[in-house]
């Protein structure tokens, strides 16, 4: 259905341009070693305090720019609100970050309702998420895993975890993870990063949220974008899903 401005009091003179939700990582950049072609600094795409930059390809880029002229681009991200501070793409509109657990607005303060909601729920999960950080101490007397709990406000909201040489090291750690955090926690596991975000924070409530508060997002067209698997359930509340050709998506699409 084709809308026009008219159609909505007061509205006439809004943005109509269609609402993108999109991950970031592995979706519109990647850190360097994926990446075949030489990077550009140019392309510079996020920066990282560990020097393990992000780049867009030369296509990434030229989408990325067309997508920001199109659509109200919507960073969809695991990132916390420090890393996704060093993310070089002008967003201009609202901003999901920390997996869901802190929305901001297009002036960069943080929605209030949301940020009570979720205060609660790190609240609840705050010593689970400390005893994750201590058993996975206790397995890395090698140094084999840098890891951490993602703080936002200075509350816990989850708990992340990479390997520091093969990424198959991480699958000694599924089975102690679990045996803390039960039904209660998502498990996500794409390449080198691993993470457990308590139920209730996730990108798909946030968004939910962002769709619910805003009649100018739920009247207009919507589309979302992202590359893990654990990105479906936020890109599913879209009209069109899109992902990148070799993400785990479609690697496990292909695989039927
Ligand atoms: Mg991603």
Known sequence: MIRSGSETPGLCDADRRPVLFTDLDDTLFQTAR??????????LAAQATNGHHSYMTKSQASMTQWLLESTRMVPVTARSTDALS???IPFKNWKIAANGAVILNPEDHADSDWSMHIARISQTFRTALEALDALICSHNADGRFRHWIVREEGKPVYFCVKSNGEEAWLDDLHEPL???????????????NMSVTPHG?????AVTHLIDRNPEIRDGVI???GD???DLPFMGL???MMIPPGSQIDTAIRRG
């Open 86 to 88: 060093r993310c070089r």
């Open 201 to 205: 924070i996730s990108k798909m409530a």
């Open 178 to 192: 679990s045996s803390i955090t039960g039904e209660e926690f998502l498990h996500h596991r794409n390449g080198n």
């Open 238 to 240: 879209a009209d069109m």
């Open 34 to 43: 994926k990446i075949a072609e030489p990077v550009c600094e140019s392309r």
């Open 228 to 230: 893990s698997l654990t």
């Open 223 to 225: 589309f979302a974008m």
